[in-house]
């Protein structure tokens, strides 16, 4: 706990004060927002607890539940949709036996959507523990699983 | 640093960049360029060149985004200009010892023109390029965005002193005369909303610049950031000079994160060197800037929502009046511009109000930067005059759909705009004609569509993007959105009836009368514009429960063609439902009941053997 208070202090101080980056630096550095993160950041921002709970639950790249060690984020923009991203999606999906916004039961990996990477040139792209995979197919969602085995 | 210490030190910068005489290879370092293995590219050459005791005659520039994404990572060697393209690590070497070392070309890396099969040595000279009008990205091809005197060196912030000579009134006179637009998609006159802010009663003002570029298939606004960050941060203070605003705010997506890098080591530069802080280059003008970053809400993109985003609330759009000009960010009389607004601004100050209304139409001046993605050959930023045409852009630029396809239909706009068929592509793009046709430029995305594109299944796909997306404060929005999803559902899948398309017409009507801010007014687009063009498909869909382009998975089954089969066993072993049965070299067949249609037999097929065909047949 201890610990917890002094790394929202650094971060609050980094972030002048608001809300919304110091939240993305205390799940940075924890992979989510705990409870116990959220009534610390409440409570030395001087923001009742139910706004920051709103604030969390209202913007997708909040999690407040653990991650897996690898993040998988599959992009659904629209480049990417039109040239069959939810056939990798769904790949990943049987393949994992995870659903959109879960963790594997193992830890290992957390599937996410994204809505646009900006990188359509290289659609459909899934990005595994930040790194891109490119012109994705069904067929190639396996070889990129086993990298990560 | 004051203005004469700043003239003397961009002197010195200019001076040493028009005498170098050395190499340099540039390595576009762009998201695009980075994600197909850029960043590795830019390690082998800085190794090799360091092998070869040549780091100090050899230069080696990291740029921002070319914009020709399909071809990455893209290197041009300077001076002259050699474009080579899908530049791999094990291609170092050879460059530096033939290219760089010995002047000789690497045919290989050549881009080769589709149509007259000839390689291309320049890019200057490659079509994707030639066919533009280069303004905002033109510079981005040319420095290192991590370097503010690679910015000063190609007369960047001298914009910025032309502009602290004048008065504020008329700075916003050439802005107003000019004839700039947002370019974030509403299109409001920038002078006029410079001076509203201006007039807007109050000591404290704020400018902000919107980066939250959120429309998925659009990535002109990060290229820019990531590419040319400074010509952002220069517009702004100009801006905020004229409004005389002391505080700026950029507001970028999260989903960005190296413009986020870009824009935080910029704003440090300009602040080093006295651009920015305390007083803005000696005079009596504070101002500094800080970054935001958004949190992955598409509605952010709307200016009240961003603002509340910005203030630590969740993103929820506000009713105007008040206008944010005269009530924005902590109350205060805000001026937002999107990014590439801002960036425009120097060009402006630069070359004059009537050099830039001489480019584009009657009402639509400038130039405009759209993402071209999607169902087309040349992926990439394309940045052209108003006016030019969606046949321009899609063929011209862009090169038509691959493999031979016929290209169907374009979505332009994002979740806001709507799609046209290619009848519709000989209108002109500017703010006003498109939004006769059912559409609206939007921020830039433009995604083409081929003939295995189905229009129904796009609209459901926006329609369950912007229900996702729904801040939920409007009921119309809220409920509206999902509603359309819901009905959309039902007919990609076979359960549609000929009164759900009154149904969704009616259903737009509301939710775009009756919503609070852009992202509800004008979320029945997308549906509305593909029942107006494409109303044969949804037909298709609902009376003959079939999905024309064999997309929509409920209507659409896989059927082994015997007489084409070779029995090669591929499609079997790739089965992930273990569907499919035969024996090697004789034909093979699918199990319908087993099998889940994932397509993945289809596209692993050599010999075109499996089909696509409708539902009923298999089952017949």
């Excluded at chain 2, 511009?337 to 584009?360: M, Q």
Aim: proline share 4%.
């Amino acid at each position: 706990m201890a610990e917890l208070s002094q790394v929202v202090g650094e971060l609050i101080s980094r972030n002048g004060g608001l809300l919304i980056g110091v939240l993305e630096d205390v799940q940075d550095r924890y992979s989510y927002l705990s409870e116990d993160a959220l009534r610390e950041v409440s409570k030395r921002l001087r923001i009742p607890l139910r706004d920051v709970y709103g604030v969390a639950t209202f913007y997708r790249a909040f999690k407040l539940k653990p991650c897996g060690k690898y993040l998988i984020n599959v992009c659904l923009g629209t480049a990417c949709h039109v040239r069959r991203a939810t056939g990798v999606l769904e790949t990943i999906r049987r393949e994992l036996n995870v659903e959109v916004g879960e963790t594997t039961e193992d830890m290992k990996f957390t599937l996410e959507t994204v809505n646009c990477l900006g990188a359509c040139a290289l659609g459909p792209i899934m990005v595994v523990g930040g790194k891109y995979y490119g012109q994705m197919t069904p067929q190639k969602v396996k070889k990129v699983l086993k990298e990560y085995a | 640093m004051n203005i004469g210490e700043f003239e003397g030190l961009a002197r010195g910068l200019i001076e040493r960049r028009e005498a170098a005489k050395n190499v340099c290879i540039t390595v576009c370092s762009g998201t695009g360029c980075r994600a197909c293995g850029g960043e590795e590219v830019v390690r082998a050459f800085a190794a090799e060149l360091e092998n070869l005791g040549l780091t100090g005659t050899v230069e080696l520039r990291d740029t921002g985004c070319h914009g020709f994404c399909e071809r990455g990572p893209i290197v041009v060697i300077l001076p002259e200009g050699i474009f080579y393209q899908r530049v791999t690590v094990d291609a170092v070497p050879e460059i530096i010892e033939q290219t760089v070392r010995h002047g000789k070309l690497i045919e290989r890396l050549l881009y080769e023109d589709p149509q007259s099969k000839e390689k291309v040595v320049y890019e200057k000279d490659v079509p994707f390029y030639k066919r533009q009008h280069r303004l905002v990205l033109a510079n981005n091809l040319l420095i290192d965005p991590t370097s503010i005197e690679d910015y000063i060196s190609i007369g960047g912030y001298q914009s910025l002193v032309k502009a602290l000579a004048m008065q504020p009134e008329e700075i916003i006179e050439i802005i107003k005369r000019s004839g700039l637009r947002g370019r974030g998609g509403a299109g409001f006159p920038t002078g006029r909303k410079w001076e509203h802010c201006r007039r807007a009663k109050g000591t404290i003002k704020y400018v902000i610049c919107n980066g939250d570029e959120g429309d998925p298939g659009a990535y002109m606004d990060r290229s820019v950031m990531e590419g040319n960050p400074h010509s952002v941060i220069e517009g702004m203070i100009i801006g905020a000079y004229a409004i005389g605003a002391n505080e700026g705010w950029i507001y970028v997506r999260n989903e960005y994160p190296l413009a986020v890098k870009h824009l935080t080591r910029a704003v440090e530069q300009a602040r080093e060197l006295g651009i920015l802080a305390g007083s803005v280059l000696g005079l009596d003008f504070p101002f500094d800037v800080r970054i935001a970053k958004g949190a992955g809400a598409f509605v952010c993109g709307e200016g009240t929502a961003l603002i509340a985003s910005i203030e630590g609330k969740i993103g929820v759009p506000r009713q105007r009046p008040p206008r944010t000009t005269q009530q924005g960010l902590f109350g205060k009389p805000t001026n937002m511009n999107n990014v590439e607004t801002w960036a425009n601004v120097p060009l402006i100050i630069d070359k004059g109000a009537e050099w830039f209304s001489s480019i584009g139409t009657e009402t639509s001046k400038g130039t405009k930067i759209f993402s071209l993605v999607g169902k087309v050959q040349n992926t990439g930023l394309v940045e052209v005059p108003m006016g030019a045409t969606l046949a321009q852009i899609v063929y011209d630029i862009g090169g038509g759909a691959p493999n031979g396809r016929d290209v169907k239909a374009i979505q332009i706009g994002g979740p806001s705009g709507g799609c046209l068929p290619k009848e519709l592509f000989y209108l002109p793009i500017d703010y006003d004609s498109l939004v006769e046709a059912g559409a609206m430029m939007g921020s830039g995305g433009l995604i083409v569509m081929d003939e295995d594109t189905c229009m129904v299944d796009v609209a459901r796909y926006f329609s369950n993007f912007l229900q996702e997306e729904s801040c939920g404060k409007c009921v119309t929005c809220r409920e509206g959105t999902q509603r359309m999803y819901e009905i959309l559902t039902d007919i990609t899948e076979g359960r549609g009836k000929e009164e759900d398309l009154d149904l969704l017409e009616e259903l737009g009507a509301t939710v775009r009368d009756a919503s609070l801010c852009g992202l509800g007014q004008t979320a029945p687009n997308p549906v509305l514009s593909t029942m107006r063009y494409f109303r044969g498909e949804y037909l298709a869909h609902i009376t003959e429960k079939r999905c024309p382009a064999g997309v929509c998975r409920a209507l659409t089954a896989y059927r082994i063609d015997p007489d084409r089969c070779t029995g090669c066993m591929l499609c079997k072993k790739q089965c992930p439902q273990q569907a499919i049965e035969g024996e090697r070299k004789k034909p093979h067949t699918i199990v319908q009941d087993a099998c889940i249609r994932c397509r993945i037999c289809f596209d692993v097929c050599k010999v075109g053997a499996v089909m696509k065909t409708g539902v009923e047949v298999v089952h017949a």
